[in-house]
Nanobody, 121 residues
Framework: QVQLVESGGGLVQAGGSLRLSCAAS????????MAWFRQAPGKEREFVAL?????RYADSVKGRFTISRDNAKNTVYLQMDSLKPEDTAVYYC?????????????????WGQGTQVTVSS
């Protein structure tokens, strides 16, 4: 069982920045593919970014968001810059216990509880 705990969400003005963190349990963290998804009210959960040995981003965040990981701390980060009101959502951390490039919700085995990000115009 892998537990994921997100932090770092909040309220920010458009153009601002936030950094999300996700702390994971488990001794095999370095072997997991870690990802961020988000879900806005009334919309489906959507892929944002993933990191394994490589990184992958949704087109909507490419060039503005950066995903990274610190295997010594069992933590994955999402640096969000140039935030827009349309980035407002609950952001979820996800883990797959394999190397994957999946951008689908069903491609991940464990999920955090989510952290709210609100971008005001």
């Amino acid at each position: 069982q892998v537990q994921l705990v997100e932090s770092g969400g909040g309220l920010v003005q458009a153009g601002g920045s936030l950094r999300l963190s996700c702390a994971a349990s488990g001794r095999a963290f370095s072997t997991y593919t870690m990802a961020w998804f988000r879900q806005a009210p009334g919309k489906e959960r959507e892929f944002v970014a993933l990191v394994s040995s490589n990184t992958r981003y949704a087109d909507s965040v490419k060039g503005r968001f950066t995903i990274s990981r610190d295997n010594a701390k069992n933590t994955v980060y999402l640096q969000m810059d140039s935030l827009k009101p349309e980035d407002t959502a609950v952001y979820y951390c996800a883990a797959a216990i394999r190397i994957t490039i999946s951008t689908l919700v069903r491609g991940y085995d464990y999920w955090g509880q989510g952290t709210q990000v609100t971008v005001s115009s």
